[in-house]
């Protein structure tokens, strides 16, 4: 490991100019390429303290020995460089996307005297027509047998070719009219290459142009009354208007725009290209890239940009270039993207309408794609193997975990305070295994807090599945009087080890949302499942504050032999108890994505149960303690009255006014109002004005909404 010190530049050698420069390691590979407006603010921010660098940055000019840079003229000049660069060199710190399959193209040679039309995959060839990219190479043959009525070019190999010439007789193709047959010269070359032209066209999405001109064929033989010939020339539109159905529109301007967007969390990014042209979806694509650096969505695209135009030219750059995030700066890589197409090229963010909806769509399929590479990376035995053994080398355990447990905590702004509990096994979610938790033992905002009570909760009910089964013995795990737990080798009973949480009102929730009877005990077969198996590793989301709560826990009660560390998100640092320094695994280790998978799995739990208790606590009333009292008649008190204001301050007979309701019953009303007391006037910030309307007043479906503003914008969920 370098020091960064050791070749640092000395002062004033760097220019202060637009550049690329190039990080070596000692065997003078490169490692690293970028660009800079101005190469001398960029290079000092690698040459800080490299404790206020980003860890992948820091692990970057660690490995480097050297650093070099070339001076340009522009910024436009950096970024071809820049690009040249990464694919000369391959540097390994760089953002390298990669196709998540080989996609195959629709491909015309007009380098050939006698263009081809056919499948092609691989590097692209110069003077090569290709469209596409297709999902699948039969999508491809459907469209061609449909277009091969209408423009019947060549798409047999040359050695089919020139079998032909020899013999004088045509393929099948020729025979049935799918074929101008030009090996046997029915056409010369030029009316050959005239086909293959018009075919591109009709590819590049001037369709209407040879759909008109075939219908005023088809009416003029009709005139004729050549009707077998009108008739062919009907089948013709029938088969390009099928090959047209085959693409939707989905732009109705006809507009030509490539859309790219992006899914990406810590460790890895997606990406996902529509090609549209004439208003049809006519290829799609797709990339996924580690994030071997420091990078922003915006750089990202950037990358995506130099690898989808960086061989293309014309054309094959279309107009209008739709994205999530545009790069910083923008000028320099539109400039070279018009360079590429040799015209202008807007590259901006859709903002609405149906550019917006499709950016949408391409949006949702990066995202599925991101979640897809996951889930086939870890439904890999070996790569799962693999990482838990790296688990356990890295937290010094003595063996693979193979249950792990991990621990999250969700909020608003220490409102609705919950947390979630899931299991993996064999490094798989168990699903059936998953549990969440209502912070009861305080209320606030205190990460550290609820994350001690939540532990606590969870493995006092398993010491009491293990005292239900006889498992636990005298002294077992070094529990005693001096814990906490009965002395003398005893537990307290159920009900204290339980503390809040009792059959009557269970606080503890299942995946599916039921809960689980006393005693953890299923109906069916009476196996236990609740908390009755033990963890081998404990994972909470968060640093040293959280994972010292954890610990401290299972220390007050008595239980020693389950391991517990935290991963920090921003960073992905892993935390063990006790110690100053976090571990930091390597950025392709298997047990860190296995660590991280968890952990986001955990925070998705536990942020969709947050979300509904704070929907469901909107949505009270006070009406709702009424027994017997139901949604309709609900709905017509307030729609009579039109706020819980004035239903408050009705008397009894003007209750009983409203359609259904009797006198019992609202005497039972004005009762249960009369218990709840009336929230503080709601308070424009705005103007200062005291609002009318509590906080309750129902809208106009007859749900309960809250005056004021949007909870959203009271804080972020954690």
Known sequence: MADPSSYRPKPGEIPDSPGVYRFRDEHRRVIYVGKAKSLRQRLANYFQDLAGLHPRTRSMVTTAASVEWTVVSTEVEALQLEYSWIKEYDPRFNVKYRDDKSYPYLAVTMNEEYPRVQVMRGHKKKGVRYFGPYAHAWAIRDTVDLLLRVFPVRTCSAGVFKNAARTGRPCLLGYIGKCSAPCVDRVSAEEHRELAEEFCDFMTGRTSTYIRRLERQMGEAAEEMEYERAARLRDDIGALKKAMEKNAVVLADATDADLIAVAEDELEAAVQIFHVRGGRVRGQRGWVTDKVEEITTGALVEHALQQLYG????????????????????????????????????????????????????????QQALVLHKTKRASDLTTRSRALEEIADALDLDSAP???????????????????????????????????????????????????????????????????????????????????????GTLAGPDALMGPETPAGPDVLTASGAPVGPGGLTEDDGRPRKFAYPPQLVVVDGGAP??????????????????????????????????????????????????????????????????????????????????????TRKQAL??????????????????????????????????????????????????????EEEPGTMGSGGEPVR????????????
């Open 311 to 366: 061989e293309e030219t014309g054309d094959a750059v279309p107009k209008e270039v739709l994205v999530p995030a545009l790069p910083d700066p923008v000028e320099p890589i539109q400039e070279w993207l018009a360079g590429r197409r040799g015209s202008g090229v807007s590259l901006r963010i859709p903002q609405r309408g149906d550019k917006k909806a499709l950016m949408e769509t391409v949006q949702r399929n990066a």
């Open 402 to 488: 193979l249950r792990i447990e991990c621990y999250d905590i969700s909020h608003l702004q220490g409102d609705d305070v919950v947390a979630s509990m899931v299991v993996f096994e064999d490094g798989l979610a168990r699903k059936s295994e998953y549990r969440r938790f209502q912070i009861k033992g305080f209320a606030g905002q205190d990460d550290v807090r609820s994350m001690h009570e939540v532990i606590t909760r969870r493995f006092r009910r398993y010491l009491a599945e293990k005292e239900k089964t006889g498992e636990w013995t005298d002294g077992e795990n070094g529990r005693g009087a001096e814990n906490g737990q009965g002395g003398e």
């Open 546 to 631: 959280q994972v010292a709560a954890a610990r401290r826990a299972l220390d007050e009660l008595g239980i020693d032999d389950i391991a517990v560390c935290g991963l920090a998100k921003r960073l992905e640092e892993v935390w063990l108890p006790g110690d100053d320094d976090p571990v930091i695994l390597p950025r392709t280790s298997e047990g860190l994505y296995m660590l991280q998978r968890v952990r986001d799995e955990a925070h998705r739990f536990a942020i969709t149960y947050q979300r509904a208790k704070r929907s469901k606590r909107f949505r009270s009333s006070p009406l709702d303690d009424v027994p017997g009292l139901g949604d």
């Open 638 to 691: 307030l729609k009579h009255f039109g706020s819980l204001k004035r239903l408050r301050s009705a008397t009894i007979d003007q209750i009983c006014e409203v359609p259904g309701i009797g006198r019992k019953t609202a005497e039972t009303i004005v009762v249960a109002l009369a218990r709840s007391a009336p929230a503080a006037p709601a308070v424009n910030t705005a103007t200062g004005e005291i609002m």
């Open 707 to 718: 005056t004021g503003a949007p909870d959203e914008r009271r804080g972020q969920e954690t």
